[in-house]
Each structure stands twice: as C-alpha cells, then as structure tokens.
C-alpha cells in the first residue's frame, strides 16, 4: 500500500486484548494540525488493526512504530493500517525496537544470586541489543562487599551502575543512562527495585495529564502485558513482569556469543575448527581461565542434550 507522507504515524505503548494504545508522533502531527492546536503530549489513539494486516500474519506489537488511518478525532481512535521495519525484536515479553536491555539486580533482599544474575544477562544478551546492568539497594551492604561484586562482574565484561533509592546514591547516572536510549527494557526478578526506578523516573507532569496510571501497580497482580512508559519526548521504558524465568534454548554455536568474555576472544580466534565450541577440541586456542567459563560449559551440555530430546520426538 502507498502510505503518504502526510501520514499520520505513531508508536504502539500498550496492547489489550485486541486494542492497541497509539501515542502520535509529534512531527507527522503537525501535518494534521496548526501549531496552536496540536493537543497535548499525552494525547493517546485508541486503535485496532486492519483485518487485512492480521490476514498477512502482520503482528503489531508492543515498541512497533505505526502508520494510522480513519482516524475519528472525536472520540481519538484510530486503525493501523502500516507496520514500519523493526530495528530489533525482543520475544519474551513481545516488544519490538528496543535500543537497550537493563538487568536490574538488587545487593540484598532478594539475596544476589550469582548464577542468577549470569542467567539474567545471558538471556539478556540474546536481543542482540546494548545490555546494560543496575545493582539496587546498596544501602543494605558495606563499600567493601559492593567493590567486590563490582570487580567479579567486571571480570565478565560488565560495568554495573549502582543505586540506591533511600540514599538517592547514582540516581542521577541511571536516568542520564535511560534518557539517552530511545527504549529500554527492564529486567530482572521481582523485588529488586524495578517498578520503584520507573517511578522515579517519570515526571508528575506527564503522569498528571497522561492516561497512562499513575504508579506502577507493585506485585499486586502481575500481568503479562507490557506497557511503555513515556519519560520525555521520544523516550520510553518498559517494565517486564512475568520475565523471572531466563530461557537460554539457543544454537549450540550461538551460546558463546552471549558472553562478553568469550566476545572478545572471539576477535583474535585461531581455533583448528571453524565450528569449535571451545571445549576438548583439538587445536582450540581460547583462555579457559575466566569464572564462568563452567557455567558456559553446563549451558552447552543442556542444550545438546535438549536438542537431541526433540529429536527423538
Ligand atoms: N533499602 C532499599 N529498598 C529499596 C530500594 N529500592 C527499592 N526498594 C524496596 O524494594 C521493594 C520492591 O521494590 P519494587 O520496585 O516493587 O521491585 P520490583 O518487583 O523489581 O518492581 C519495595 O518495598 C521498595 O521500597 C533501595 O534502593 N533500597
Ligand atoms: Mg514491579
Ligand atoms: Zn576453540
């Protein structure tokens, strides 16, 4: 279909059932509107799709950038009639363009869990994405027990940013961090601190004359479905209930990817076999010396092991 450029775009912020919450782009907006009557930032279409899109298998998601038609600027809904590319997909939970994956884990309360974490990143490196990683609550422990977390998950290629809430200690650097990426996605289990940084980061402003709620519901119940939080102009977060089982089902080959420590080895390999997965091989020439390189190992077995299972099927 030919799509105008008078178009009027905008980008999915929520999806229900079969409805999708539409926030307009500012500047196709103005195609529609003289200066003076643009309504405000908070303006939200009420949408569905085009049956002939579901016919395609065209699934509009959460993050996907829009193109709307019919629009009935009575009662502010909308159709979507376009989908545009997707720069990046993330699949557990569905959101489309993310720009930065977060792991947000907390010192103490929930305890930190090392294996865990390592699981948290891995899977958050499967989106192929910028992976950032937050330690919460670091009030609840000594600078010393800090500095050493810090240094053991440097040593896996990370550079974890450290808040804590009741101190206000690194609130600043987090936000800096999240206003400078289009979209991020948080993760981690519950409990760490999740919903209480979004808060914080979202300003009464645009809360007071959104549609959007207001706080974030805590646990309360927690619903599978994702929804974007607008931090400023082109700026969003997602919080990701329901994301605490990591999944690491992935090719055999494609594992050693996921690990920052392996990634830069990777550069310099020199390994006899092109398909090596750096185990007993011979010829293999990658630094075996690095703390989670028995956990790479275990991940591998499981997935071999898994594969072989559905093959047998
Ligand atoms: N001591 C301390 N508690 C915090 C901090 N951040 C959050 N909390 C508390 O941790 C609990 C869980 O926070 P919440 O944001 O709901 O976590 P979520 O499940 O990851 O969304 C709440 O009672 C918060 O008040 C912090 O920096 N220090
Ligand atoms: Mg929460
Ligand atoms: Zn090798």
């Not at 919460?136 to 027990?145: A, M, P, R, W």
């Not at 007071?208 to 479905?225: D, E, P, V, W």
């Amino acid at each position: 279909m030919i799509v105008e450029s008078s178009s009027l775009k905008g980008r999915v912020v929520a999806k229900k059932a079969n409805y999708f919450i539409v926030q307009p782009d500012i500047n196709s907006f103005k195609n529609f509107y003289h200066d003076d009557l643009i309504p405000n930032k908070n303006f939200r279409f009420l949408c569905t799709s085009r049956r002939r899109m579901i016919h395609f298998g065209m699934v509009v998601n959460v993050g996907d950038f829009v193109v709307l038609d019919s629009i009935d600027w009575k009662t502010n809904r909308a159709v979507i009639v376009e989908l545009e590319p997707r720069t990046s997909f993330l699949s557990r939970p569905p959101v489309a363009n993310v720009t930065q994956v977060v792991v947000v884990l907390s010192v103490k309360s929930p305890d930190f869990y090392v294996e865990q974490a390592s699981r948290f990143l891995l899977t958050a490196e499967r989106s192929k994405v910028n992976v950032g990683l937050i330690l919460t609550k670091t009030d609840l422990i000594s600078n010393e027990e800090l500095n050493y977390l810090i240094n053991r998950l440097s040593r896996w290629g990370y550079k974890p940013m450290v808040v804590s809430m009741k101190t206000g200690i690194g609130v600043k650097q987090i936000k800096d961090k999240f206003f400078n990426s289009n979209l991020s996605v948080l993760c981690g289990p519950s409990g760490v601190g999740k919903s209480s940084l979004i808060n914080l980061m979202i300003s009464d402003e645009i809360i007071a004359t959104g549609n959007l709620s207001r706080k974030l519901q805590r646990g309360r119940h927690t619903t599978r479905h994702v929804q974007l939080y607008s931090l400023g102009e082109g700026v969003l977060v997602a919080d990701t209930p329901g994301f605490n089982r990591p999944d690491l089902q992935c090719d055999s080959l494609d594992l050693q990817f996921l690990f920052p420590e392996f990634r830069c080895q990777s550069e310099v390999d020199n390994c006899r076999f092109r398909d090596c997965l750096h185990c007993d091989e011979p010829g293999c020439s990658f630094d075996k010396s690095w703390e989670r390189y028995p956990q790479y190992r275990k991940l591998l077995d499981e997935n071999i092991k898994s594969r072989h299972l559905s093959l047998e099927d």
